[in-house]
């Protein structure tokens, strides 16, 4: 791995106020999303590394402002930031540029990588749906969320990967990356069904929910009665959820072969991450779920070897 201040040089990145605002954010993404930061420093080339922690960085604090709270409230918070970061993709470097750390660094990201520029815009024009989230009535409401705000979200990043506009492969790689956070998104609305049934909302539509003879009211007052129930309810979640990362598995092929092993490690993570839900079963009424450690470490160490197979120079 590329010592953090190689990497910033790598990406062209001297201004010394600039490093101090990527800094932040690497310090931020690290710790709440470990698992990713690291398969990013591990996997990517040294390049990507400030772009990559920069569009986490922001995902994450649009997240953060939204999703909690009166629906009133969030929409009212998505305005303001909404105001604020395209303000800071439109201002010129120098006195007028934006003070905010993680501002600063996603508009340099914008400057630098301008395709970037166009998914912040999509992911923005997209965000009021999480704003106004309450849950789903139907399976078609759960779709409709991942095409307007989860794959906006996952293509702040994956933008910086997609193959070039000549290569023809635009609505491909789309379609491998909307599979991906389909079953991303799934595996993390059941992951999280203790946390979000305390705040009245979860994502698995009410629809599904009447079929097992369930209700938020159950999850939330976590009723022992209704663990049996929900633990069908998860595996049949978990079944959509698995069919939708099958059907990405050919998407590291559609891209260069230097961040294949990243897009590799991300998929085999949330596999494993699927693995672990679907482990809880009922039980995720109580409690979550997260990936083992071990595992997701023998998954990071695998493409780590495959990575350095693609830098090594051939001889």
């Known amino acids: 791995m590329p010592r953090w201040p190689a990497a910033l ?104 990588c301008p395709q970037t520029a166009v998914r912040v815009h999509d992911f923005l024009d997209g965000a009021p749906v999480e704003a106004e ?23 702040l990043t994956a933008s910086l990967m997609a193959p070039a506009p000549e290569a023809g492969l635009d609505e491909s790689f789309l379609r491998g990356c909307r599979a991906l956070i389909e079953g991303w998104q799934r595996t993390d609305f059941l992951a999280d069904l203790a946390e979000d049934a305390e705040q009245g909302r979860i994502g698995i539509a009410r629809e599904e929910l009447d079929r097992y003879g369930l209700t938020v009211g159950d999850l939330r007052n976590k009723s022992q009665a209704c663990v049996p129930a929900l633990g069908r309810l998860v595996a049949a979640q978990a079944d959509l959820a698995e069919t939708a990362l099958t059907a990405c598995r050919g998407l590291p092929d559609l891209v260069d072969a230097p961040y294949r092993p990243f897009l590799r490690a ?37 493409q780590y070897r495959a990575a350095r197979s693609v830098r090594r120079p051939s001889r």
């Open 9 to 112: 040089t790598e990406a062209g990145i001297t201004d010394p106020t600039l490093r101090r605002a990527y800094d932040a954010q690497r310090d931020l993404v690290r710790k709440y999303a470990l698992h990713q930061y690291l398969a990013a420093r591990l996997l990517l080339p040294a390049k990507l590394h400030a772009s990559v922690v920069a569009m986490v960085a922001f995902m994450h604090e649009t997240d953060e402002r939204i999703d909690a709270g009166e629906v009133g409230a969030r929409k009212e918070a998505l305005s303001s930031w909404d105001r604020e970061v395209r303000g800071a993709l439109e201002a010129s470097p120098g006195p007028g540029a934006p003070s905010s750390a993680l501002l600063l660094a996603l508009a340099d990201t914008s400057r630098r």
């Open 133 to 155: 989230w309450t849950g789903f009535d139907s399976e078609a409401d759960y779709q409709a969320y991942i095409d307007r705000y989860s794959l906006p979200a996952l293509m």
């Open 266 to 302: 991300l998929m085999s993570l949330q596999v494993l991450h699927l693995q672990a839900v679907r482990r809880k079963g009922g039980s995720l009424l109580h409690d979550g779920a997260r990936p083992s450690v071990p595992a997701a470490l023998r998954v990071l160490g695998r």
